[in-house]
T-cell receptor, first 114, second 111 residues
Framework: NAGVTQTPKFQVLKTGQSMTLQCAQD?????MYWYRQDPGMGLRLIYY???????DKGEVPNGYNVSRLNKREFSLRLESAAPSQTSVYFC?????????????FGSGTQLSVL | SQQGEEDPQALSIQEGENATMNCSYK?????LQWYRQNSGRGLVHLIL?????REKHSGRLRVTLDTSKKSSSLLITASRAADTASYFC???????????FGKGTSLLVTP
């Protein structure tokens, strides 16, 4: 039972490079989320998808794009990476379509932008 | 914006002692959740308490909710070294579609 799987686990980019963080869940959940975690800042929501085919901005969406490819997969793209995007990125999913359900998290992607 | 705020930021206790962490939030909620994060890992859901509940138990965990004070507490009884982790409270956001997390309490339990 894999739960939420994120790839890659680690990535180093140079400023201006692009990359896509992949996330897949095998629990048939409706909602999926991307958070970033920075020291002293807790988790901040980047984007979320309440259902297949829909995406919405969270608290810190600038510099990111997302795709809800199907019910299982929700990817996060950095088009032109900046040092301020150095962070740990977590994907999460929930059976609920609103904020009332519990979240299941992936193990994270540690991204460094030089 | 972050809704919940945990207190203290860091807590160090010995095995067998109880650990209490507090969470304050700003606006009305439907439910409040607590999560644990071990170093280098993703967050794991611990317990959910609804706005019409005052107390909830799960094993060695006890959560209370006071909606009049907009606060919650997480009590871990008879702590173990394996409880060493960061603990986060999370509340419904204003949009109703995502949880807002606090900055967490870092708990260290020494043998």
């Amino acid at each position: 039972n894999a739960g939420v799987t994120q790839t890659p686990k680690f990535q180093v980019l140079k400023t201006g490079q692009s990359m896509t963080l992949q996330c897949a869940q095998d629990m048939n959940h409706n909602s999926m989320y991307w958070y970033r975690q920075d020291p002293g800042m807790g988790l901040r929501l980047i984007y979320y998808s309440a259902s297949e085919g829909t995406t919405d901005k969270g608290e810190v969406p600038n510099g990111y794009n997302v795709s809800r490819l199907n019910k299982r997969e929700f990817s996060l793209r950095l088009e032109s990476a900046a040092p301020s995007q150095t962070s740990v990125y977590f994907c999460a999913s929930s059976e609920a379509t609103g904020a009332g359900g519990k979240l299941f998290f992936g193990s994270g992607t540690q991204l460094s932008v030089l | 914006s972050q809704q919940g705020e945990e207190d203290p930021q860091a807590l160090s206790i010995q095995e067998g002692e109880n650990a209490t962490m507090n969470c304050s939030y700003k606006t009305s909620i439907n439910n409040l959740q607590w999560y644990r994060q071990n170093s280098g890992r993703g967050l794991v859901h611990l317990i959910l308490i609804r706005s019409n509940e005052r107390e909830k138990h799960s094993g060695r965990l006890r959560v209370t909710l006071d909606t009049s004070k907009k606060s919650s507490s997480l009590l871990i009884t008879a702590s173990r070294a394996a409880d060493t982790a960061s603990y986060f409270c999370a509340t419904d956001s204003n949009s109703g579609y995502a949880l807002n997390f606090g900055k967490g309490t870092s708990l260290l339990v020494t043998p």
